[in-house]
């Protein structure tokens, strides 16, 4: 058994030194080896010849627009459906059911409260709300761009995109969206809603939601116009391990053409640990540690032509992030403030912060270069009153953006209903 491990490995490290890409035998053969400290040994080999030691953190906020949502995906502990009596619920408001949305005011002050502690980037999802018109997000889009002039915009996932096809009037082409959104500010998009690009798993886990063709048709019209995207994989459910690996290759498959004939790639895989707790599913365990391990290593060693893994540490911990900078992971996202879809396991609160101390400290203690990057990866340079990223004429003054919302009232917290 050993022998054949060994020449397991040898044989994939040959492929990996000869950068030839690893099928599906591969992947699952590894996924099965309980040698993880060969796995990681390999998946850095791909990673250090990417990045070296450097590990990328940005400072972002999240802000999640409504849970209201017209779909019930099984995995979904976020999703509340929007009651009949609509009219008489208050936008930033926590209403008894949990349900809420958020007025562009609140979103506009979230951003520019972010912008004025020096945060880069903005990222924006929600669920697909029933009755929201798509000028909501344009409008989200060209207001935040207008307090916030630097501040990356990287907002809604393939699912919603496709959503505001549909519900704008008349109804829009997916270029039309994007191009509408990419007008109004949106910088990039985010990777979520691919989940397990399977129709198995899609079958019994989220039937109604788009599946892998819009998905990956909405990322394939981002990347012809120039637009940036990230790529996700919500892993630890119901899927196998080979549907695991037959995920990211077909990631890996599509960057091939984006590369070779589009404007735009994906920047990043992010593998999403599926936490069970408030769905349909929480009798499932989840992923445990050396689960998530294993996935991180084999998403950067089966898709080696995307150039950032990230561990996003709301959901693989901070721990076993830091402990993954050396499994092939070089990003472990940023400071996030606050996360509504999922909360950390033993957490009640969606306020979900890491400082940039803690988190360059966790990226030092695992022996690599700590270094702030703003949404496509370039370098960030601060200093007491400025941040700017290196190579660009401008710089954002903190003191401007403290002056906007000095104007612009503080951020308030939602208020709690009792609308029984
Ligand atoms: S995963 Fe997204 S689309 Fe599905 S129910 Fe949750 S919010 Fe709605």
Redesign the pocket.
């Known amino acids: 058994m050993i022998a054949q491990g060994n020449d397991m490995f040898s044989t994939i490290r040959a492929k990996l030194t000869a950068g030839e890409p690893l099928s599906l035998e591969d992947g699952v053969r590894l996924y099965e080896s309980p040698d993880i400290h060969t796995l990681g040994e390999l998946a850095n080999i791909v990673r250090e010849r990417l990045h070296g030691r450097t590990a990328y953190y940005n400072i972002n906020r999240h802000i999640n627009y409504s849970?209201y949502?017209v779909?019930?995906?099984k995995?979904?502990g976020?999703?509340r459906a929007l009651p009949k009596e609509t009219a008489a619920r208050n936008a930033d408001t926590i209403h008894d059911d949990g349900g809420y949305e958020l007025s562009l005011a609140e979103v506009v002050r979230r951003a520019t409260q972010a912008y004025a502690g020096g945060a880069t980037e903005v990222h924006i999802v929600g669920?697909?709300h029933p009755k929201l018109p798509f000028s909501y997000y344009t409008d989200l889009c060209a207001r935040i761009r207008e307090a916030c002039p630097h501040l990356h915009i990287k907002a809604f996932t393939a699912?919603e995109i496709i959503h505001f096809t549909r519900i704008a009037k008349p109804r829009l082409s997916i270029a039309e969206v994007l191009t509408q959104l990419r007008d109004a500010g949106l910088g990039s998009m985010p990777g979520g809603?691919a989940e397990i690009f399977d129709d198995r798993v899609h079958d019994e886990a989220?039937q109604n939601?788009v599946g892998e063709a819009e998905w990956f048709e909405v990322h394939r019209v981002a990347h012809e116009l120039g637009i940036f995207t990230n790529a996700t994989m919500l892993y630890g459910h119901i899927e196998t391990p080979a549907e695991r690996i037959q995920h990211l290759i077909k990631l890996r498959d599509h960057q091939v053409e984006s590369l070779r004939s589009r404007k735009a790639h994906f920047n990043t895989v992010i593998p999403l640990s599926f936490i069970p707790d408030g769905s349909a599913m929480a009798a499932l365990p989840g992923p445990g540690g050396l689960d998530d391990l294993k996935t991180l290593a084999l998403s950067r060693l089966m898709c080696a032509n995307i150039p950032h893994i990230k561990a996003f540490w709301i959901m693989q911990t901070p721990k076993l992030a830091q402990v993954s900078l050396n499994w092939g992971v070089d990003d472990i996202d940023g400071t996030v403030v606050y996360y509504d879809i999922t909360k950390r396991e033993g957490e009640g609160t969606t306020h979900q912060e890491l400082s940039v101390d803690k988190l360059k400290r966790l990226i030092i203690e695992a022996d690599c270069e700590p270094v702030e990057r703003d949404t496509l990866y370039r370098k960030i340079i601060r200093d007491e009153k400025t941040w700017r990223i290196e190579g660009e004429p401008w710089s954002v003054s903190y003191d401007a953006a403290a002056a906007h919302i000095a104007n612009n009232g503080p951020v308030v917290p939602l208020t709690v209903a009792n609308d029984r």
Do not use: T
């Open positions: 849970n949502c779909l019930r995906c995995f979904c976020f999703y669920g697909l699912i809603g989220f939601k």
